[in-house]
């Protein structure tokens, strides 16, 4: 008998196709083994009290697994915004338990995945708030407000913001 907790324990078998292209963790493990599209993975860490680090990780898988679920497209189109908001760490853990869930996936598409996910360079956000008080904004909530406006501008317009925009934002939010 199998404990009910350990009902996807066959999933550990697509792993070992892919194995030795990717990079096992405890935390993967357990999202392999205990997610799916119930809350079983909330039970099981509830019933052995895992520590909240490890409830968050696999929290935030569950969510960006559903996201790939109704996202079909979730590794090719904006695969670089969600590079930059997920980091290519996470891509590669969900790429991974992705493929040991979906038994319609390919060891082939894993592995295209894989290496697309590798070549992206994660851009960084160049605006800080130095650059803003430069700009004449003083500290305070409407300075992180014109942060995140700008954030949001740029990762719309593919990564880039030109400084005239960044003045025009600025000088909507000093007004």
């Known amino acids: 008998m199998i404990f009910p907790e350990f009902l996807y324990l066959n999933r550990l078998e697509r792993?070992?196709?892919?194995?030795?292209?990717?990079?096992?963790?405890?935390?993967i493990l357990?999202?392999?083994?205990?997610?799916?599209?119930?809350?079983?993975?909330?039970?099981?860490?509830?019933?052995?009290?895992?520590?909240n680090k490890i409830k968050e990780t696999l929290k935030k898988i569950s969510e960006n697994l559903k996201k790939i679920q109704n996202e079909k497209e979730f590794f090719v189109n904006d695969l670089t915004k969600n590079a930059y908001f997920f980091g290519k760490k996470n891509l590669i853990a969900l790429n991974l338990i992705n493929f040991s869930i979906?038994?319609?996936?390919?060891?082939?598409?894993?592995?295209?995945?894989?290496?697309?996910?590798?070549?992206?360079?994660?851009?960084?956000?160049?605006?800080?708030?130095?650059l803003l008080k430069k700009k004449g904004m003083k500290e305070g909530q409407s300075l992180g407000n014109v942060l995140k406006i700008l954030e949001k501008e740029w990762v719309t317009n593919n990564f880039k913001i030109s400084n005239e925009r960044i003045d025009e934002i600025i000088q909507i939010n000093l007004n």
């Open 15 to 27: 792993l070992k196709k892919v194995y030795s292209d990717s990079e096992l963790n405890r935390d």
């Open 102 to 130: 979906n038994n319609k996936l390919k060891s082939i598409d894993f592995v295209n995945t894989l290496n697309k996910i590798l070549k992206i360079k994660v851009p960084l956000f160049p605006i800080n708030g130095e």
């Open 30 to 51: 357990l999202a392999v083994l205990l997610i799916d599209e119930k809350d079983n993975h909330e039970y099981f860490l509830h019933k052995y009290n895992a520590s």
